[in-house]
């Protein structure tokens, strides 16, 4: 296998990889060890019957490399998780993620670690922090396991639209050790302590959280912003179904008519 190969995760969609940043993939189905994961040409004229399959540390079981179209140059700018000619990690556990570190030091000379416990570290610069607090009226949250470092469960973002540009922005970066309601309502907190801190002590609520359907996400925010309106991403209801019809009866739906229409008439209800 080539010893360059590495996989990247997408900023839009969760379950979607990039590979070699050119070739991009959709998750298609999961079992108890593995993810198959088909490239995004397949359906199209170009019919490309390559695959990757990934073991739950998203290490390369197979690459079958058959692309009947050139790459693109993508830009997977979440992380690369590289899969060969690794370094080993300086920190192999969460309680040995320090205290203070150089790397909490920005180019502005900014320490940009805002809180640390043994189950979150949350991550938000100055600059940051005025965004959440300009472009708060809609705050955009989810979680990745894809590039979780192996001390850590999750990374979680959040993001904010700034409508002048049309464009997104990250506000926050944590390392989660869990998914527990109880550590997303302390990073709600400190981010809301934090962007009071930044705003002579005045309080910042989001009007509106977008997130999937992780009840522990939406409880935590309205617990810690009474009045915020959850709206929930149906795109990740759809994924979810699809993973799970893959998994669990894909047979069964593809090969029984009545069954293929029942599951395409929910799945356009959602839209």
Same mark, same amino acid.
């Given at each position: ?53 990934? &073991? ?26 590289? #899969? ?18 150089? %790397? ?6 900014? &320490? ?18 005025? +965004? ?13 396991? %894809? #590039? ?27 390392? +989660? ?8 309502? +302390? ?11 930044? &705003? ?16 522990? #996400? ?27 019809? &893959?998994?669990?009866? %894909? ?8 069954? %293929?229409?029942?599951?395409?008439? #929910?799945?356009?209800? +959602?839209?």
């Amino acid at each position: 296998m080539d010893d360059q190969l590495e996989i990247s995760e997408t900023n839009k969609e969760k379950n979607q990889i990039i590979v070699n940043r050119k070739y991009k993939f959709n998750l298609w189905y999961i079992t108890n060890n593995t993810k198959l994961f088909k490239c995004t040409e397949y359906k199209t004229v170009k019919k490309c019957k390559s695959y990757i399959i990934l &073991n739950n540390n998203n290490k390369v079981i197979k690459y079958e490399n058959k692309h009947t179209h050139p790459g693109k140059e993508y830009d997977a700018s979440v992380s690369i998780i590289y #899969i060969k000619k690794q370094l080993p990690p300086d920190i192999s556990k969460f309680n040995e993620i320090p205290d203070k570190s150089e %790397y909490y030091i920005n180019e502005r000379d900014e &320490n940009f670690m805002i809180f640390k416990n043994s189950n979150i570290i949350i991550f938000q610069s100055p600059f940051q922090t005025e +965004l959440f607090i300009k472009y708060n009226e809609n705050l955009f949250a989810d979680g990745t396991f %894809y #590039i979780a470092p192996k001390f850590g469960y999750q990374v979680f973002i959040t993001r904010v639209y700034a409508p002048e540009i049309n464009s997104f922005y990250t506000t926050s970066l944590s390392i +989660l050790n869990n998914k527990e309601q109880a550590t997303y309502e +302390l990073l709600f907190e400190e981010l809301k302590k934090n962007a009071s801190k930044y &705003n002579n002590n005045i309080i910042v609520t989001p009007k509106i959280l977008h997130c999937d359907f992780e009840k522990g #996400i939406s409880n935590a925010a309205i617990k810690i912003f009474p009045n915020i309106t959850i709206k929930y991403c149906v795109w990740h209801y759809k994924r979810s179904l699809e993973v799970q019809k &893959n998994k669990l009866c %894909y047979n069964e739906v593809e090969n029984n008519h009545k069954i %293929y229409l029942f599951y395409n008439a #929910i799945t356009i209800f +959602l839209l």
